[in-house]
């Protein structure tokens, strides 16, 4: 079965750093796109960055070159480097995978970024 599996939330003060890891299995991970995804209480969730199956890379505007998105096929794994953490950075973090020829879309479970002095 597929699971996605996000590690590396926490308690950081404004100013910091944090490192999101999702690793996934039951999916040929190689070919998937893979997202980045946050949730803040009373909003919407939004996309943050992604990274396509060939390595090529996209982020949303308010990331300001902040955060870097890159995976490693050898571990099946995507990570979120962030850098600069704004208390408006607080969040639920999600991992997405995305084969676009067949439509699959799975979600990892989401961890707690907190930003806060």
Same mark, same amino acid.
């Given at each position: 079965?597929?699971?996605?599996v996000e590690?590396?939330g926490g308690?950081v003060?404004?100013g910091?750093?944090l490192r999101l890891?999702?690793?996934t299995s039951?999916?040929?991970?190689?070919i998937y796109d893979?997202?980045?995804?946050?949730?803040?209480?009373?909003?919407?969730?939004?996309?943050?960055? *992604?990274?396509t199956?060939g390595g090529?890379? $996209? =982020?949303?505007? /308010?990331?300001k070159?902040?955060?870097?998105i890159?995976?490693?096929?050898?571990?099946?794994?995507?990570y979120l480097?962030?850098?600069?953490l704004?208390?408006?950075d *607080?969040?639920?973090?999600?991992?997405?995978a $995305? =084969?676009?020829? /067949?439509?699959?879309v799975?979600?990892g479970?989401?961890?707690?970024v907190?930003?806060?002095s």
């Open positions: 079965q597929v699971q996605l590690s590396g308690l003060q404004p910091g750093s890891s999702c690793t039951g999916i040929i991970f190689k893979m997202n980045w995804y946050r949730q803040a209480p009373g909003k919407q969730r939004e996309l943050v960055a *992604t990274i199956s090529s890379t $996209n =982020y949303a505007d /308010f990331v070159g902040r955060f870097t890159s995976r490693d096929n050898a571990v099946n794994t995507v480097q962030m850098l600069s704004k208390a408006e *607080t969040a639920v973090y999600y991992c997405n $995305n =084969y676009r020829l /067949f439509g699959s799975y979600w479970q989401g961890t707690q907190t930003v806060s």
